[in-house]
């Protein structure tokens, strides 16, 4: 069946844009994750979504960034007003249970 | 807090040579530790997951780890490496409330021919 699935793949913009990343979680799944991974380092956790509410969302940096899961499947990550220090690759993951976790292939996000 | 350490930023060994990548934990109360695979370009891939039970487990493309509660250490262990297993490797544990995933800053596997 189809995977996890991010749009873009990759998005540059220019330092002071708005920005959408779309994650496209597995049918069924009700859980789903953002993470942030900066090169060298393991992915760092941003926000969950059970359903549609966002049960926790302890690992967003700052008020820059929000994430929403309006009807309890597709999930876009907005951040506004970018800064360089924002480019990293953004992951998202799904799940049904909470022992395990299904990634997307992840958006590369670069800030000039 | 929940925590996870990978000593090794690389490791390298031979085809046909057993593999071990290593990593520590920190956790209060149960651990629920896992192994994730990530390929250039690439998601995370699950590998295995230990919850309770058997201190050894078996996952995906011939891999193992062992759970070592005194040492609180979930290595990860293939006793004869192939050269496509050459990727990064990230050790995970689960917080208590099942809300996220600390995940270690990783370790890339070198499979030399």
Redo the contacts between chains.
């Keep these: 069946g189809a995977g996890v699935s991010q749009t873009p793949s990759n998005k540059v913009t220019e330092k002071g844009k708005y920005v959408e990343l779309r994650c496209d979680p597995i049918s069924g799944h009700t859980a789903l994750y953002w993470y942030r991974q900066s090169l060298g380092q393991g992915p760092e956790f941003l926000i969950y979504f059970q359903g549609t509410g966002a049960a926790d969302d302890s690992g967003l940096p700052n008020d820059r960034f929000f994430a929403v899961r309006p009807e309890g499947s597709v999930s876009t990550l907005k951040i506004q007003r970018t800064e360089r220090g924002d480019s990293a690759v953004y992951l998202c993951a799904s799940s049904l249970t909470p022992y395990e976790q299904y990634f997307g292939p992840g958006t590369r996000l670069t800030v000039t | 807090a929940q925590s996870v350490a990978q000593p090794e930023d690389q490791v390298k060994v031979a085809e046909g040579n057993p593999l071990t990548v290593k990593c520590t934990y920190s956790v209060s109360g149960n651990p629920?530790l896992f192994w994730?695979v990530q390929y250039p370009?690439?998601?995370?891939?699950?590998l295995l997951?230990y919850?309770t039970g058997d201190n050894l487990v078996k996952g995906s493309y011939g891999f193992e780890a062992e759970f070592n509660k005194s040492q609180t250490s979930f290595h990860l262990k293939k006793p004869s490496a192939l050269v496509s297993d050459s990727a990064l490797y990230?050790c995970?544990v689960?917080s208590n409330?099942?809300?996220?995933?600390?995940?270690?800053?990783?370790t890339k596997l070198n499979v030399k021919p």
């Design positions: 629920y994730y370009n690439r998601g995370l891939q699950f997951k919850i990230f995970a689960r409330n099942f809300n996220k995933f600390y995940f270690g800053s990783g």
